[in-house]
């Protein structure tokens, strides 16, 4: 029953802000976002953390230029003032391909006497059309591997990505392994941030399990990508090019990161042309619109 | 963990539950069982699972006693009033509990735990203030006749397997050969084709019938293990394999034109491999009443 009353009248219109000369794509659309849904997952004791789960769905014309979004919470309360945000970091941006375009968050769980919340934020979008920078195709991307690529758009938005051979990659695989300095060094910093012994080995029991999870063999033909993480963080997408210039089926994307280097391993599910092109999507600031939300009075379930 | 009032009152005789489909009448117990809520999750709202999961621990009970179990409730309320039983629950069925490979001897001297269902409750309610209902718990250790054991399985190929645990319940299971299950395919399209002459059926009609028959007449997977099975009394709760080191690996049963096919997700069965099967009987079939009081909701 709330859903209902939360599509007739929780609605809220966004007017994205207007940007000169940006050209038709969404610069004069209203998108509305609604609640689609709110799941108030509880936990008694336990490690499992509970979370009060917002979905919000946008709607309006030319949604299909939207490639991805976030949502940015700036408050949200319950109607006895709780403070519900849980993390005030921006998320990622997420594809808007996959879960049906809904944008999901978490917030603390309210108290069971609490019987609304409202929410302040932002939502981000991802309009790669309102910048054509945002696209860049590197032409025969894997003909000099382990060496940088050579792309003009590239250079310009400051990234720096290198294909890598299989022998490099494994090199990189074998100098990431865990080996006794390291663990020493994540208890050494898991103590210095008051996690215990407990939480501690578990994480680097994770760890390891996570690295023979991407450790296995590659395919002939496997793509393997690398460069700085905070680099990596700014590509919202990569595709292969076919020799038609659509991309090829990628049967599996992972992208593993100590924080500081990221390698990305894309497993295509076709046999690629000789010497593809690459096209990178860009997460440029003139291809983002942000979009405030205030939205009073969602009921809680 | 929270606090649980178990009542000693015979609540037994107060349940009308239908036992007509259980063929092996579980043991009744001597009175409640001890048991302490470990964990609830309240999931409120959304389009899926929404509901109030509650798992339970049975301190009298060790984990690696219990291969199954089931709550059959009776009563639910939260502290606002609200009926937390399900009107469109049917009667659950027994649930096997899969044994981890990680577990040492250590981990199934531990506490079992069962989890069931209810209604969630209202969102101003504070606290469950009554489960009542039985807690039955299948426990093969309690009868040796509940648990049969079958070595180098795989040399049954084509035979009927002996074994006392199987007859004393009186299950019949044989490997069906490669020999046979293609006899029987071959048979049971000649069958066909014999009633689409009685009902004169145009020859044509019949040869394409019968191809797409036999194309369609189920085919075992490379994993897969053929048997027949008669269970009259529908005893046989489990059927796994176990390994040369006595790993169990749990296997799946499903039926296709009288065949059983015995699937697991690592891989077909090696030679030295047995064939553990367990079944309800009315001693491995414990029944116990329960009462939960005043269980804070999350």
Known sequence: MWKKWVTDSLVVCLTLLFVMGTGPVLAQSGVKVEVDEVVDDRFSESPLQGSLQISLALTGKDLDRIEAARVIVKEARDDRGTDLVADRDAPDFRSLEYNQGKLEFRLKNPPRAASSIQMKGVVELFVPARDANSRVRVDKALAKLDAPLNAKGLRAAKIEVTPLSTQKYKEKLKAQELDEAKIAELRERGKAEGASDEEITQI??????????????????????????????????????????????????????????ATMVLEPSEDLPSNPAIEFTILTDKAKMSVPFDIKSVPLP | MLRVIIVGAAITSLIALPLAAQKARPQSGTGPIELSVKQLNDRRGGQFFERLQLVVELPGVASGDLSGARVLLRSAVDDTGRNLLDPDAGEPGLETIAKSPYEDADDRKKPATVSFSLVSPARTATSVKEIAGEIELYMPSKDPNSSASVPKFLSFKGKLISHKALKANGVEISLVSDQQFEAEKKRQAELKRKEMIKEEYPEDIIASSIESFLEYFPKPEPNDVVLRIKDPKSAIQSVSYIDASGEEKRGFLREDEGFMFLSNWEGPPEAGWSLRVDMKTAKSLIRRPFVLADVPLP
């Open chain 1, 204 to 261: 680097i029991e994770l760890v390891k399990a996570l690295q023979e999870l991407g450790g296995g063999e590659l395919s002939d033909r496997a793509v393997v990508l690398s460069g700085r993480s905070s680099d990596f963080d700014r590509i919202q997408r990569v595709e292969i090019l076919g020799a038609d210039g659509k991309p090829v089926n990628i049967s599996s994307r992972s992208t593993s990161s100590d924080g500081e280097n």
